[in-house]
T-cell receptor, first 114, second 112 residues
Framework: NAGVTQTPKFQVLKTGQSMTLQCAQD?????MSWYRQDPGMGLRLIHY???????DQGEVPNGYNVSRSTTEDFPLRLLSAAPSQTSVYFC?????????????FGPGTRLLVL | GDSVTQMEGPVTLSEEAFLTINCTYT??????LFWYVQYPGEGLQLLLK?????DKGSNKGFEATYRKETTSFHLEKGSVQVSDSAVYFC???????????FGQGTILTVHP
């Protein structure tokens, strides 16, 4: 199993450009999430999904779009990049949605917006 | 809302020293508590967890006990190694689709 994979590893964008961060998992997990990691702030939830076709907003959803057409994939779209979106983005998945579930994280995508 | 507070870092120790990283939380109900670790250049991985009061999570020589009376989940290790150098995150989860609320992270550096 590859676990949770993310592409690209690193990306530089100009303000106003759009892009899609890819996330895939091969563990047949129903639950998937996107977090951003900023210095001194830990990780914050952007969007999450409880299954194919079902998504919802997290703590910091503005400027981001998601969709979940398959169990395996959960892409994150930046509609019009802003310097405030410079961050490291992590995708995570879990088998279930209970409070005791272990989250499995991808290696991250480092995004720089100029 | 729910929140997690970790001790300020970075923490620098010599090999074989004792480690404590403090973590306290604010939450309604009965959250599960986690420690995740992020090694350089990698994503986060679960280190240990505890799902109810007085539970002790342990893994790789690390331990943490869920103390509801003090709303704490401090991470300890009796003898750290250079390979323990990483960023450590305390987190909580309630029954909300597995969403995690993270502390700010503590950078640990262990010197030989």
């Amino acid at each position: 199993n590859a676990g949770v994979t993310q592409t690209p590893k690193f990306q530089v964008l100009k303000t106003g450009q759009s892009m899609t961060l890819q996330c895939a998992q091969d563990m047949n997990h129903e639950y998937m999430s996107w977090y951003r990691q900023d210095p001194g702030m830990g990780l914050r939830l952007i969007h999450y999904s409880v299954g194919a076709g079902i998504t919802d907003q997290g703590e910091v959803p503005n400027g981001y779009n998601v969709s979940r057409s398959t169990t395996e994939d959960f892409p994150l779209r930046l509609l019009s990049a802003a310097p405030s979106q410079t961050s490291v983005y992590f995708c995570a998945s879990s088998l279930g949605g209970g409070a005791t579930e272990t989250q499995y994280f991808g290696p991250g995508t480092r995004l720089l917006v100029l | 809302g729910d929140s997690v507070t970790q001790m300020e870092g970075p923490v620098t120790l010599s090999e074989e020293a004792f480690l404590t990283i403090n973590c306290t939380y604010t939450a309604t109900g009965y959250p599960s508590l986690f420690w995740y670790v992020q090694y350089p250049g990698e994503g986060l991985q679960l280190l240990l967890k505890a799902t109810k009061a007085d539970d002790k999570g342990s893994n790789k020589g690390f331990e943490a006990t869920y103390r509801k009376e003090t709303t704490s989940f401090h991470l300890e290790k009796g003898s750290v190694q250079v390979s323990d150098s990483a960023v450590y995150f305390c987190a909580l989860s309630k029954n909300s689709y597995g969403k995690l609320t993270f502390g700010q992270g503590t950078i640990l550096t262990v010197h030989p």
